[in-house]
Nanobody, 123 residues
Framework: QVQLAESGGGLVQTGGSLRLSCAAS????????MGWFRQAPGKEREFVAA????????YYADSVKGRFTISGDKAKATVYLQMNSLKPEDTAVYYC????????????????WGQGTQVTVSS
């Protein structure tokens, strides 16, 4: 069974940067896309970014476009999220996600999720 291990969360001041990592282990065959979601207290889970291993195409939510960058290393089955110019409204638990194709991740999320890592941005 697929396991997703996340790291990189923490506390940062407004305007700072963090880099999240997510490494997949187990049977990842036939799963071509990974992405990130986040959920803040009192809010619904929202899509952040996704990447397709085939062609390296990416997609971003409007709220993070220009500030966040998703990238990955297929050989290591690892995806990254570089977060710059962080704002207090970025504070949330960030979840890594794995799906068959990137449209699946963008729409509802694939069927494998990480445990979540806390990102807190202070003013």
């Amino acid at each position: 069974q697929v396991q997703l291990a996340e790291s990189g969360g923490g506390l940062v001041q407004t305007g700072g940067s963090l880099r999240l990592s997510c490494a997949a282990s187990g049977r990842t065959f036939s799963r071509d896309a990974m992405g990130w979601f986040r959920q803040a207290p009192g809010k619904e889970r929202e899509f952040v970014a996704a990447i397709s291993w085939r062609g390296g195409s990416t997609y971003y939510a409007d709220s993070v476009k220009g500030r966040f960058t998703i990238s990955g290393d297929k050989a290591k089955a690892t995806v990254y999220l570089q977060m710059n110019s962080l704002k207090p409204e970025d504070t949330a638990v960030y979840y890594c996600n794995l799906g068959r194709i990137w449209t699946e991740v963008v729409s509802t999320g694939g069927d494998y999720w990480g445990q979540g890592t806390q990102v807190t941005v202070s003013s």
